[in-house]
């Protein structure tokens, strides 16, 4: 099957029905429409804090995330909002969380993109790049301590790789076989400067074979090519096989900050919006007969009401009360410490 000149890797994998092809593309769009209206929103400066863009990078939170089990966790990056998506936080979930109001898990006390929701599988993220590595290996560990199957899914970008939490977490998982499927989102760019400025091998991919475990290479555009990369990842570490490493080759079509301006030149932008992954993947499911405009349009008006209602609402809710600053910080409460 091809679409826009790109092989699609397994169109239709026989545990994918029509329904989760569609629903992984919904997700996807719904990922594109939450990043258009954050931004428009940022630099409206009615958000009180930065936001990381995904737009270009859907396919790899989508493909990687949507055929874990309730009992894996994962850690997203800074740029893998549709992981959120996928394991089932709502707009209004993260709308509250980008306000940072009292509607938000964290109650204002961590940035959006790295707020976790336990009941989802997903694990609060660190500030610090790359430190998600080693987190991430810990709770693998502790999954299999308790005896269980799980397995911990980390996302991170190219640029983590130059940072030594990379090569100490891969190591140390290497080392102990944990369960742990680490995923670089290879998106060309330490934020405004190429890749090629602090990464000197061309892929990512290639530091697996230092730490004796694969490392595999697919197309970040394409989400069952990321899904059936991780798949095979995910089955190797319940089996008890160890780690693996999955780079996702992807482009972000936003700047890399909303305070930042653009740095790529326009033509190469342009360039891989031309291989944009919702305009792959709707391509292929109309070719297959599972997809046409009727519903892609429909399902854009669902998302683009729940969206606007998940704005409106997150904008008129509350900010936290200050006392909640020292909530969740001691072990015990405040109250009781007679501070």
């Given at each position: 099957m091809r679409c826009n000149g790109v092989n699609m890797a397994n169109a239709t994998p026989e545990d994918l029905t029509p329904d989760d092809l569609r629903e992984m593309y919904r997700l996807m769009l719904l990922g594109r429409r939450f990043s258009e209206r954050a931004m428009e929103l940022a630099e409206a400066g009615r958000l009180p804090t930065g936001l990381h863009p995904s737009a270009g990078q859907e396919a790899v939170g989508v493909g990687a995330c949507y055929g874990l089990r309730?009992?894996?966790?994962?850690?997203?990056?800074?740029?893998t909002t549709e992981a959120y998506w996928t394991r089932g936080v709502t707009l209004l979930q993260m709308m509250n969380a980008i306000m940072a109001n009292s509607g938000s898990i964290s109650m204002g006390k961590e940035s959006f993109h790295h707020c976790g929701y336990p009941e989802l599988g997903i694990i609060s993220g660190p500030a610090i790049v790359a430190a998600q590595i080693p987190m991430t290996v810990g709770a693998a560990l502790g999954m299999r301590m308790k005896g269980t199957d799980g397995v911990g899914v980390c996302f991170f970008g190219d640029g983590a790789t130059?940072?030594?939490?990379f090569h100490e977490g891969l190591n140390l998982a290497a080392l102990l076989k944990a369960p742990v499927v680490f995923i670089c989102e290879n998106n060309l760019y330490f934020q405004t400067v190429p890749t090629e400025i602090g990464l000197p091998i061309e892929n990512v991919a290639d530091?697996?074979?230092?730490?004796?475990?694969?490392?595999?290479?697919?197309?970040g555009q394409d989400v069952i090519a990321v899904y059936e990369a991780t798949r095979?990842?995910?089955?190797?570490?319940r089996q008890g096989e160890g780690p693996s490493l999955v780079e996702c080759k992807t482009y972000r079509f936003f700047r890399h900050h909303s305070t930042l301006r653009e740095t790529r030149s326009l033509d190469e932008v342009a360039r891989w919006k031309q291989r944009d992954p919702l305009t792959i993947m709707a391509g292929s499911l109309k070719d297959q007969g599972i997809l046409d405009d009727a519903t892609i349009a429909k399902t854009d008006r669902r998302i683009g009401e729940e969206l606007d209602a998940a704005v409106e609402e997150s904008m008129a809710?509350?900010?936290?009360?200050?006392?909640?600053?020292?909530?969740h910080v001691y072990a015990e409460p405040i109250e009781a410490m007679n501070i």
């Open positions: 309730d009992t894996d966790w994962i850690m997203p990056s800074l740029r130059a940072r030594g939490d530091r697996a074979a230092s730490y004796g475990l694969p490392g595999t290479i697919v197309d095979e990842g995910v089955r190797r570490a809710t509350p900010g936290p009360d200050a006392r909640e600053a020292f909530t």
